[in-house]
């Protein structure tokens, strides 16, 4: 996958919303910002297996972290359509 689309971020909006299982579906690594909801699909998601978890509480940390850490360890690093 091409460096410049390595991470896709998700967040829940005020609505449903379709968004988060194309995002998922990309050739990127998905940082998910802990839902409140979770749906049908999201239901059976693992956290670093499927995505990368991002706390609510220090989310730029959290997501500085997630990319350093990806950053670091490329050959680890799979998206989930790999």
Do not use: M
């Not at 449903?16 to 749906?39: F, G, M, Q, R």
């Amino acid at each position: 996958y091409h460096d410049l689309c390595r991470y896709e971020i998700y967040i829940e909006g005020y609505a449903w919303s379709v968004s988060e299982k194309y995002i998922l579906a990309c050739d990127s690594v998905t940082l998910l910002i802990k839902p409140k909801y979770h749906d049908f699909f999201t239901r059976g998601l693992q956290p670093v297996h499927h995505y990368w978890p991002i706390r609510r509480e220090n989310k730029c940390r959290s997501i500085k972290f997630a990319v350093d850490w990806g950053n670091n360890h490329k050959q680890k690093v799979t998206p989930l359509s790999n």
